[in-house]
């Protein structure tokens, strides 16, 4: 397994603001994920970051909404912008390591007021 | 389209052994995920099954039948720390994982 850290572990923020969310893994990893997570539902899958390249959304979500860096292979940020109530949830990057098993950050809980 | 089920919510006794039920349809099969996810945590792998049969971990077991499209958790001698949701996710022909809503499982002394 790997260390995978992510910061802020939680933040309230005003709405219209932005948060940018760092994870962090201790070892080179070639796929990173974003996922969001709303209280007492299931993973929804934001983004592939990409290595070198731009990240690739799932629908409904957009880069000018979440735009994602993914400078080298131990590191991504996400950025939440122009925030509202309905943004608050948590976000989890992940990684896959060995073939296809993901582990997961410990996330990080956002309240938008 | 894609779809995960599994059962909203269970309840079992200390000691005891729960089974939790997991079908899936999905454009393509590349294997079945359980995660255990305690409140307020992130999920923590549990298992991966891509070939059919029974995986044993101790006391966590985990099931596949591809025909079927059906797989489930089993958990033995059940203790107050297994509270937690258990999510099952099958990974599709594009290697992207998709979420069933998670079974809640509350363990009662």
């Known amino acids: 397994s790997a260390v995978i850290s992510q910061k802020p572990s939680r933040d309230i923020c005003q709405r219209g603001t932005s948060l940018t969310i760092q994870c962090q893994v201790d070892?080179?990893?070639?796929?990173m994920f974003w996922y969001r997570q709303q209280p007492g539902q299931s993973l929804t899958l934001i983004a592939t970051a990409n290595q070198g390249s731009e990240a690739t959304y799932e629908s409904g979500f957009v880069i000018d909404k979440f735009p994602i860096s993914r400078p080298n292979l131990t590191f991504s940020t996400l950025t939440v912008s122009n925030m509202s109530p309905e943004d608050s949830s948590i976000y989890l990057c992940?990684?896959?390591?060995?073939?296809?098993?993901?582990?997961f950050g410990p996330g990080t809980r956002l309240t938008v007021l | 389209g894609q779809n995960i089920d599994q059962p909203t919510e269970m309840t079992a006794t200390e000691g005891a052994i729960v089974q939790i039920n997991c079908t899936y349809q999905?454009?393509?099969?590349?294997?079945l995920f359980w995660y255990q996810q305690h409140a307020g945590e992130a999920p923590t792998f549990l298992s991966y099954?891509?070939l059919d049969g029974l995986e044993e971990k101790g006391r966590f077991s985990s099931f596949l039948s591809r025909s079927k499209g059906y797989s489930y958790l089993l958990l033995k001698e059940l203790q107050m720390k297994d509270s937690a949701s258990y999510l099952c996710?099958?990974?599709?022909?594009?290697?992207?994982?998709?979420w069933g809503a998670g079974t809640k499982l509350i363990i009662k002394p």
């Open positions: 992940s990684v896959v390591l060995g073939e296809v098993e993901q582990f």
């Open positions: 996710a099958a990974l599709d022909s594009n290697y992207q994982l998709i």
């Open positions: 999905t454009s393509g099969f590349n294997g």
């Open positions: 070892s080179q990893v070639t796929m």
């Open positions: 099954n891509v």
